[in-house]
């Protein structure tokens, strides 16, 4: 370890919640959030047993361009914080969307994408695996940074909810800079949470903080006379559109001495041109002066600049934000210690009716926020603004509204739960709009033939606005019919999946757009090559022309994926052994040779804190757990599923030449299937279709047998009921056809229950015949209740993480 010392509120921070207690954090830009963040979940990692504090941490930040940042700055805090133990580090973003069911243990995410996991309406899954991820976030530790950026009538209301719905379940840290002290000790008193407000003194302490930062106000709008003439060795200038950063820079590069090191950078650039572009500013414009390499830089961008990245400038300019982001923004101006600086806030540019281009700020009271936030900016050259000053402009900009909003969220409290609980039970993902973010974006691909392609989020994207996508439409049809061209855009969605088929590739159905009302809909476009360019210098372009050949790239892989594992044949009895061994201990999953914590371990924290909640009896999750895992395959014990899965394996045998007939008492879980092998796909498709459904006829055979194991504990019986029935298919209802066991199934069961240490002495109440019905649809949870939601979703990601990983295991 080396000789770095935390702050003393950093170690505060870590103090309250390894004691249990959650934390609302109020801390100026370039004062060690990060670091405060991550030091307790690491300690806990190396000196706690998991069930004292989560072994996972998701990291929610509110823009997906700051993953790389975060994924830095991580290791940077482990290396001084001396923690050398193995972490699994990943990043979901939905231009990275490497960890798509959450098995990372230090998880760097958008907020967009932990609602929607929680939602049960996942971004990056299909709606069939929509109940996965839930489960990953209400049990892991929580950190949602610059919540002032938040989507304040949708993310803002909805992240509340959930954190208040964990509420001593699991640890949270709620992080801002730009929330004024009176706000963030509402915040925490609705959270019932730990405020920490640095006080004036605290702050000046923090050698970061000991500097010069002047703000004034332009009455003009952003330029490249301005920009030059306020130059002299670093530079930043913030646009709040990319396109008007794309003209900016432009037209900078022309009046800019050749000299001058000029760089674009916004989220329309493909992963290995960003990455160079980050590096260029992370090295440019970074504390270590010694690392720069060019005299003199100017950087034009959008808001991707404005949290997380560690930069600084001399000048900075800026066109006229809300004030909680003119803030952040001016933290990239005169960040470290005895620097000097200046931040330029100009107006914004007129549309065609004379008024302001407020967006991206246009939707609540955000116009009106802009409006105070000019106001209440300095109008002279030497007003100097401290981290006080700014929180002042904060108040004066957003007091107002935020009163005036956390009544509304207040007052709005049933609907939202309500909403929410609706939407987790019905998997509507068009609640997204009202519940995460209002002005939401689209993945962009170019491909000139979109239906050749097998999957669309292999390919790198753009992930572009709505109102950007629409606004374009009406001239980009306009281009396509003088360039003869014939198609503008198509869109894709998944068709339903087999509910058998738990790692079948997703078939994906395309359609052309047909008009720009058409893409409110579309959750992923592709975009005809003709209409659109792309270059490392300035990015995406829609309605421009240059290489018509261009196309989205593959999207590289940190290692290549290996090919699915086959399908082995398996007993029932042998499945149940092989999932407990995958829910106990730690599982190596070789696609992406990474190492993956025990599913037991990962739920451990949030299972002992919600069981001490409920005064439920210790073990009580792990214990429904292991009930779960008995079951879930039971309808498949039904006569009709072994004689589709007996058959399937004489066929098999004939197409490999091999002798894989299993024997008649042979209760199959598993058959022999090669997914890579063409003759086996085609067989598939023949008689694959023909196979009966089982999960709603095997926790029909045994719900009165699980109510009995529980106790009679409804709430926990209806939570093991409702993983049971969406074990496969988040949306089923529980509609069971009619149901016959097998005559040795009831000679096996007791083998089951032994491999998941359960008692195989008591009555076993099981219905080994049972006909067509629909009651199990009231018997499952009541979707506003916490604690049966709660232990529903935890159950369910066990089961499935488990029942999937189980074919991977050698």
């Known amino acids: 370890m080396n000789d770095w010392k935390p702050y003393p509120y950093q170690e505060l921070v870590q103090k309250h919640l390894l004691e249990g207690r959650s934390v609302v954090l109020q801390a100026p830009t370039g004062a060690g959030k990060t670091r405060?963040?991550?030091?307790?979940?690491?300690?806990?990692?190396?000196?706690?047993?998991?069930?004292?504090?989560?072994?996972?941490?998701?990291?929610?930040?509110?823009?997906?361009?700051?993953a790389n940042q975060f994924h830095e700055e991580h290791q940077k805090i482990v290396r001084s914080y001396g923690w050398q133990h193995d972490l699994n580090v990943t990043i979901q973003t939905g231009a990275r969307p490497e960890d798509l069911k959450m098995e990372g243990d230090l998880i760097f995410t958008t907020i967009d994408q932990t609602l929607s996991n929680f939602l049960n309406i996942p971004y990056a899954l299909s709606l069939s695996q929509g109940n996965l991820n839930a489960g990953a976030i209400l049990s892991s530790y929580l950190v949602f940074d610059e919540l002032h950026l938040y989507d304040p009538e949708a993310a803002l209301s909805t992240t509340l909810h959930l954190l208040k719905k964990m509420k001593g379940v699991i640890p949270f840290l709620v992080m801002t800079a730009t929330l004024s002290a009176v706000r963030v000790r509402a915040l925490a008193k609705e959270l019932d949470a730990e405020p920490l407000v640095l006080t004036s003194e605290e702050a000046s302490a923090i050698p970061s903080q000991q500097k010069t930062r002047r703000i004034r106000r332009v009455d003009a709008m952003i330029s490249a006379q301005d920009v030059w003439k306020h130059h002299k060795h670093r530079s930043v200038a913030i646009c709040n559109t990319v396109e008007r950063a794309q003209t900016l820079y432009g037209e900078i590069k022309q009046l800019a001495d050749p000299a001058v090191d000029v760089r674009l950078l916004h989220s329309r650039f493909l992963r290995t041109d960003r990455d160079a572009s980050e590096a260029w500013l992370q090295r440019e414009f970074g504390k270590d002066k010694a690392q720069h390499t060019v005299k003199s830089a100017i950087l034009i961008a959008t808001q991707v600049v404005?949290?997380?990245?560690?930069?600084?400038?001399?000048?900075?300019?800026?066109?006229?934000?809300?004030?909680?982001?003119?803030?952040?923004?001016?933290?990239?101006?005169?960040?470290?210690?005895?620097?000097?600086?200046?931040?330029?806030?100009?107006?914004?540019?007129?549309?065609?009716?004379?008024?302001?281009?407020?967006?991206?700020?246009?939707?609540?009271?955000?116009?009106?926020?802009?409006?105070?936030?000019?106001?209440?900016?300095?109008?002279?050259?030497?007003?100097?603004?401290?981290?006080?000053?700014?929180?002042?402009?904060?108040?004066?900009?957003?007091?107002?509204?935020?009163?005036?909003?956390?009544?509304?969220?207040?007052?709005?409290?049933?609907?939202?739960t309500e909403h929410i609980a609706h939407t987790i039970a019905t998997q509507d993902r068009g609640a997204a709009r009202e519940l995460i973010r209002d002005v939401d974006s689209r993945a962009v691909i170019v491909h000139p033939e979109p239906a050749s392609i097998e999957n669309p989020w292999d390919y790198e994207g753009f992930g572009i606005f709505l109102g950007s996508?629409?606004?374009?439409?009406?001239?980009?049809?306009?281009?396509?019919?003088?360039?003869?061209?014939?198609?503008?855009?198509?869109?894709?969605?998944?068709?339903?999946?087999?509910?058998?088929?738990?790692?079948?590739?997703?078939?994906?159905?395309?359609?052309?757009?047909?008009?720009?009302?058409?893409?409110?809909?579309?959750?992923?476009?592709?975009?005809?090559?003709?209409?659109?360019?792309?270059?490392?210098?300035?990015?995406?372009?829609?309605?421009?022309?240059?290489?018509?050949?261009?196309?989205?790239?593959?999207?590289?892989?940190?290692?290549?994926?290996?090919?699915?594992?086959?399908?082995?044949?398996?007993t029932l009895v042998e499945h149940t052994a092989r999932m407990m061994r995958i829910y106990r201990y730690p599982f190596f999953d070789r696609a992406s040779e990474k190492k993956r914590l025990p599913l037991a371990e990962e739920l451990a924290c949030a299972a002992r804190r919600l069981e001490e909640k409920q005064h439920w009896p210790r073990g009580t999750l792990d214990r429904l757990i292991r009930l779960a895992i008995v079951a879930h395959d039971l309808g498949k014990t039904?006569?009709?599923?072994?004689?589709?899965?007996?058959?399937?394996?004489?066929?098999?045998?004939?197409?490999?030449?091999?002798?894989?007939?299993?024997?008649?008492?042979?209760?199959?879980?598993?058959?022999?299937?090669?997914?890579?092998?063409?003759?086996?796909?085609?067989?598939?498709?023949?008689?694959?279709?023909?196979?009966?459904h089982h999960a709603a006829e095997g926790t029909g055979a045994v719900v009165n047998w699980l109510f009995a194991q529980s106790g009679n504990d409804q709430p926990l019986a209806q939570a093991v009921v409702t993983a049971l029935i969406r074990h496969h298919s988040a949306g089923a209802r529980g509609n069971h056809d009619k149901f016959q066991a097998h005559p040795a199934a009831a000679a096996i069961f007791p083998q089951m229950l032994a491999e998941a240490d359960l008692d195989t002495t008591g009555p076993q109440k099981i219905a080994w015949t049972l006909p067509r019905g629909e009651e199990l649809i009231n018997r499952q949870v009541r979707w506003e209740r916490d604690a049966e939601l709660i232990t529903y979703l935890l159950i369910v990601r066990a089961l499935r993480l488990a029942d999937q990983r189980s074919q991977m295991w050698d």
Not at 357 to 379: S, V
Not at 511 to 518: H, Y
């Open 36 to 66: 405060a963040a991550l030091m307790p979940f690491l300690h806990a990692r190396r000196h706690l047993p998991p069930d004292q504090f989560p072994r996972k941490c998701i990291y929610s930040v509110p823009m997906r361009v700051l």
């Open 306 to 416: 404005e949290v997380g990245l560690d930069i600084s400038s001399e000048a900075l300019h800026t066109e006229l934000a809300p004030a909680a982001s003119v803030i952040q923004r001016a933290g990239r101006c005169a960040r470290y210690q005895d620097e000097e600086g200046d931040v330029f806030v100009y107006r914004l540019p007129i549309n065609e009716e004379g008024e302001p281009k407020y967006a991206p700020y246009h939707t609540g009271g955000e116009k009106e926020i802009c409006e105070r936030t000019w106001d209440a900016l300095p109008d002279g050259s030497d007003t100097v603004c401290d981290f006080e000053r700014e929180l002042k402009i904060v108040d004066q900009a957003h007091g107002k509204a935020d009163e005036l909003l956390m009544a509304k969220l207040s007052a709005q409290h049933y609907h939202t």
């Open 469 to 570: 996508l629409i606004g374009a439409y009406p001239s980009l049809e306009a281009m396509a019919d003088k360039l003869g061209v014939e198609w503008v855009m198509m869109t894709a969605k998944p068709l339903p999946e087999d509910e058998e088929s738990q790692r079948a590739r997703t078939v994906w159905w395309w359609r052309p757009i047909k008009d720009k009302d058409d893409l409110a809909g579309a959750i992923l476009v592709a975009v005809n090559p003709a209409l659109a360019c792309y270059s490392a210098e300035v990015g995406f372009q829609l309605g421009t022309q240059s290489d018509p050949g261009w196309q989205s790239p593959p999207r590289e892989k940190e290692k290549a994926s290996r090919p699915y594992t086959s399908y082995r044949r398996e």
């Open 638 to 692: 039904d006569t009709r599923w072994q004689r589709w899965a007996h058959n399937w394996q004489v066929e098999v045998s004939r197409l490999r030449r091999l002798d894989l007939i299993i024997p008649d008492d042979y209760i199959a879980a598993h058959t022999d299937y090669n997914e890579q092998d063409e003759t086996e796909k085609t067989l598939n498709q023949k008689i694959g279709r023909q196979k009966p």
